[in-house]
């Protein structure tokens, strides 16, 4: 079974930066499609950014310019550098891994809160 380790979340001031880090068990990085997604309470839980084995990107138009997705194949990481944060930001980050193959495979890391206020 795939596992996914979020890491990176915290308090921020509007307008500061943060890094999140997704450690995935196994070599699924390079070969799965990537993603992050948030849930803020008492709302359905969006994607942020994914980034396809190709390296193609996909953003949310709330953060487009503002965040970036990567990852490091030879470390099996993803990350999600988040910059100019906004309280409205403010959800827990879910890491994801999902490829199709005749069906679907996915998996989701716990979740890190990040929380922005000053």
């Known amino acids: 079974q795939v596992q996914l380790v979020e890491s990176g979340g915290g308090l921020v001031q509007p307008g500061g930066s943060l890094r999140l880090s997704c450690a995935a068990s196994g070599s699924i990085v390079s070969i799965y499609t990537m993603g992050w997604y948030r849930q803020a309470p008492g709302k359905q839980r969006e994607l942020v950014a994914d980034?396809?084995?190709?390296?193609?990107?996909n953003y949310a138009d709330a953060v487009k310019g503002r965040f970036t997705i990567s990852r490091d194949n030879a470390k099996n990481m993803v990350y999600l550098q988040m910059n100019s944060l906004k309280p409205e930001d403010t959800a827990v980050y879910y890491c994801?891994?999902?490829?199709?193959?005749?069906?679907?495979?996915?998996?989701w890391g716990q979740g890190t809160q990040v929380t922005v206020s000053s």
């Open positions: 980034i396809s084995s190709d390296g193609g990107t």
């Open positions: 994801n891994a999902k490829r199709r193959f005749f069906k679907v495979y996915e998996y």
